[in-house]
């Protein structure tokens, strides 16, 4: 995805998978809203690194189940649209995708979301 930074250092994270009801915004919520309701909790946005290092362990993914990535958009390869990265499941295989990525775009509160998990003290 062009326009992204993208880190030359390993690192490891704690990843957090919640719908965005469970998340608080139970009515749903906006992009903007999402991404407060995550740093509200001490949470953090992915880097954008997180989806194919996620998609190469995340083998025993559910058929029919879709997660995102609470990441900063990063522009489509065409350069046209703001996308964000999603893994799923279905009969033909377990794929990485974007899309959604646009800050106007809303989330259903089932809708399910991946974020950096809150430091542990």
Known sequence: ???????QTPMEVRLVCITVGELGLIKGGHTKE???AILAQGGQ???AEVGPALRLVY???P???KVW???EEALSPGGSTLQIFNLYCDDAGLFLSTGNGYRGYFWS???KIV???PVQN
């Open 1 to 7: 995805m062009k326009g992204s930074t993208y880190s």
């Open 34 to 36: 999402l991404h407060a």
């Open 45 to 47: 946005l992915c880097p």
């Open 59 to 61: 083998k025993d993914q």
């Open 63 to 65: 058929n029919g189940e």
């Open 69 to 71: 990535l609470a990441m």
């Open 109 to 111: 509160p089932g809708d």
């Open 115 to 117: 974020f950096v998990a």
